[in-house]
């Protein structure tokens, strides 16, 4: 086989285990897995599907969709206050993040990455023939911008941000994107999946700079993560630049309506934001009161726990026999003796609190 020198040299991404996989290993029925590792709604939009099942007669899968995506760019620029211009429709962030890379990096160029993080960036970068660089967060994670600064140089293709962060939970500063901005004519990428849950954004910042990049998903807050559909904001003249490698037709006409059709009835996305935003708060304060563990507070929909009397790889083995899967992170810096769980519905979460209680 001939293959490209980064496809050996990659560590690929780890992907989650199927609820077969998982009750497999737990010994238990997969019906009674609960997902408390992959930071999804617990909330499908089932009434626009429905919606669209009562008009199946307008959705052409036999024809290709709009590669111009026109609709979903139009109701987009409404959402996020942006020229349609600017917005490049993805399938998920993933393929946004994958696209850019595509645009930015450039064999032997290199990627500056604020980390503890999603590990995509690593993974598009290095495939890319992208060297990563490594910039430690602070004890507090937010971005050490000083430490950003010096780690970029003209070799620099993308600088990789995400707010709110993922696993970390806490927003970037306006002073470390401006500062960035500033000093540096590479790309930044700022990645928004969990935008929703926070309400702050950097979109605004495109209008002014060529070189920032903001990946957004309906995977999150939409609840739609099956469906596979985000979207990047970023200068026209970038956006240009980047529908020179998108794929003309990733996403697929059920996706787009879907999509369509959620920016137009917005009201069910926020109902559900709320639910969730509301349930992080009572989940937190639940959780906080059993002692042996502190909860670290975020602005998404996940929450992020450190044992103190047993290891968390300890926690997540013994939840798991229970069909209760979370995600540990605590092999990460910064994040010793942490779990991540996903918000989910309230009933769920219960059940979460009182098998956390009943581990004490
Ligand atoms: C920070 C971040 N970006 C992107 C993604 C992937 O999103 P999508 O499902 O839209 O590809 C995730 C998913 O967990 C994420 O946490």
């Known amino acids: ?134 910039v430690l967060r602070k004890e507090d994670f937010s971005d050490d911008t000083e430490a950003i600064l010096k780690a970029i140089d003209e070799r620099t293709g993308i600088v990789f941000l995400c707010s709110p962060n993922n696993p970390t939970g806490n927003v970037a500063s306006h002073e470390t994107l401006e500062m960035i901005l500033d000093r540096t004519d590479a790309t930044v990428v700022v990645d928004e999946a969990y935008y929703e849950f926070c309400g702050e954004s950097f979109a605004d910042y495109t209008k002014k700079h060529e070189n920032l990049v903001i990946v957004r998903t309906f995977s999150k807050a939409f609840g739609m993560a099956g469906a596979r559909v985000g979207y990047l904001i970023a200068h026209k003249n970038s956006t240009e630049l980047m529908s020179r490698v998108r794929p003309p037709n990733s996403l697929s006409v059920i996706s787009l309506k879907l999509a369509e059709m959620s920016l ?72 010793a003796n942490i779990l991540r769980f996903t918000i989910r519905t309230r009933e769920h979460n219960d059940l979460l609190i009182d098998k956390i209680r009943s581990l004490e």
């Open 1 to 134: 086989l001939i293959v490209r020198k980064s496809v050996f040299a990659l560590e690929p991404y780890e992907w989650e285990p199927s609820n077969q996989q998982i009750a497999a290993r737990a010994g238990i029925d997969p019906r009674h897995v609960i997902r408390f590792d992959t930071n999804s709604s617990p909330y499908a939009p089932t009434t626009l599907l429905r919606e669209i099942l009562a008009n199946l007669d307008d959705l052409h899968v036999n024809e290709y969709p709009d590669t111009s995506y026109f609709a979903i760019r139009k109701l987009l620029s409404q959402y996020c206050n942006v020229d349609p211009e600017q917005l490049t429709i993805t399938n998920g962030a993933d393929e946004g993040l994958d696209i850019a890379a595509k645009t930015f990096i450039d064999e032997g160029s290199n990627a500056v990455i604020s980390v503890p993080t999603y590990s995509m960036y690593r993974i598009v970068a290095q495939v890319m023939g992208g060297h990563v660089r490594e």
């Open 264 to 335: 137009e009835n917005i009201g069910l996305m926020k109902e559900h934001v709320t639910k969730i935003t509301a349930e992080r708060e009572r989940v937190a304060h639940a959780l906080a009161k059993i002692s042996g563990l502190s909860v670290l507070p975020t602005k998404t929909n996940f929450l992020l726990v450190r044992f103190r009397e047993r290891t968390a790889s300890e926690v997540y083995e013994e939840l798991l026999r229970s069909g209760i899967v979370s995600r540990d992170v605590s092999k990460l810096p910064l994040l």
